[in-house]
Nanobody, 122 residues
Framework: QVQLVESGGGLVQAGGSLRLSCAHSGLPFSRSAMGWFRQASGKEREFVAAIGWNGASTYYADTVKGRFTISRDNAKNTVYLQMSSLKPEDAAVYYC???????????????WGQGTQVTISS
């Protein structure tokens, strides 16, 4: 069974940092690209970052570039999203996704986690 489990969400002050993790297992393809998406209340799910199967290629939404860093540890079957200089608009449920290729569209990913909540306080 395919599983993607996000963790690390929580409450953080604006300007602070937070590191999200996504542990995956059971993917039908050995070389999986991973992505992070987020969905704020009342808005559609949007692309945040993606990383190729070997970590060589990374992609970021313009809204987070320079502040967020995506990385992965294939030995641990885990992908990370390091978030810094957090802004109120970063508050959302963050979802981890897996696909065959790194992409920016929701439809390009085959499997999704249940999400982890990130709340920004002032």
């Amino acid at each position: 069974q395919v599983q993607l489990v996000e963790s690390g969400g929580g409450l953080v002050q604006a300007g602070g940092s937070l590191r999200l993790s996504c542990a995956h297992s059971g993917l039908p393809f050995s070389r999986s690209a991973m992505g992070w998406f987020r969905q704020a209340s009342g808005k559609e799910r949007e692309f945040v970052a993606a990383i190729g199967w070997n970590g060589a290629s990374t992609y970021y939404a313009d809204t987070v570039k320079g502040r967020f860093t995506i990385s992965r540890d294939n030995a641990k079957n885990t992908v990370y999203l390091q978030m810094s200089s957090l802004k109120p608009e970063d508050a959302a449920v963050y979802y981890c996704a897996a696909g065959r290729f790194a992409a920016t569209l929701r439809a390009d990913y085959d499997y999704w986690g249940q999400g982890t909540q990130v709340t920004i306080s002032s």
